[in-house]
């Protein structure tokens, strides 16, 4: 069974300080791992993915994301936060085998304040 | 591409009417997912076909509910008869391509559902 946990319920972040979501998985097999942003009355935009290789993923917006295969870890990280960064990610995870749907966390609420 | 498309983005309807949510996947992609978000209990899947062929009804939570996918671009979920529990916002995605199940999940703008 594959599962993903996001810990913490809201961050909140001064605007130009670094900002990290955390999320944490558990997978059968080597993951894939994916984070998501939604926006208010918006549906989920990818912004990042880790399939193999580099241990650091660069994204969309600046973001970026960590493997780490020893904490079965994926935080997500940008080195200065926004105000327009302020919204609903999301972790989600898949096995490599078998075509299977993401798995997604519950998702964290960012708030950068200015 | 013009995305996943979704109709119609807001239903409000009454308790016990008929409601069909209607999706088209971005072409060429072969896999395409229901699923429900609402604030107590986040996002939810609750079916996903592969090929126009469902594959996971698990997530769909009674009878009530019903999903089709008729042809690679064209996929519905009814609702017969609606309650008011069924309000939430329903998304619709699809995925594919070559980089098989290394790819991501592309959402449609989602249809907020109002039950009174």
């Known amino acids: 069974a594959q599962s993903v946990a996001q810990p913490e319920d809201q961050v909140n972040v001064a605007e130009g300080n670094p900002l990290t979501v955390k999320c944490t998985y558990s997978v059968s097999g080597n993951p894939y791992l994916f984070w998501y942003v939604q926006y208010p009355n918006r549906g989920l935009q990818f912004l990042l993915k880790?399939?193999?290789?580099?241990?650091l993923v660069k994204g969309s917006y600046g973001f970026e994301a960590e493997f780490n295969k020893s904490q079965t870890s994926f935080h997500l990280k940008k080195p200065s936060a926004l105000v327009s960064d302020s919204a609903l990610y999301f972790c989600?995870?898949?096995?490599?085998?078998?075509?299977?749907?993401?798995?997604f966390g519950k998702g964290t609420r960012l708030s950068v304040i200015a | 591409d013009a995305g996943v498309i979704q109709s119609p983005r807001h239903e409000v309807t009454e308790m016990g009417q008929e409601v069909t949510l209607r999706c088209k996947p971005i072409s060429g992609h072969n896999s395409l997912f229901w699923y429900r978000q609402t604030m107590m209990r986040g996002l939810e899947l609750l079916i996903y076909f592969n090929n126009n062929v469902p594959i996971d009804d698990s997530g769909m939570p009674e009878d009530r509910f019903s999903a089709k996918m008729p042809n690679a671009s064209f996929s519905t979920l009814k609702i017969q008869p609606s309650e008011p529990r069924d309000s939430a916002v329903y998304f619709c995605?699809?995925?594919?391509?070559?980089?098989?199940?290394?790819?991501?999940?592309?959402f449609g703008p989602g249809t907020r559902l109002t039950v009174l």
């Open positions: 880790y399939i193999t290789g580099d241990n």
């Open positions: 995605a699809s995925s594919g391509g070559v980089r098989g199940v290394a790819n991501e999940q592309f």
């Open positions: 989600a995870v898949r096995a490599n085998s078998g075509n299977t749907p993401l798995v």
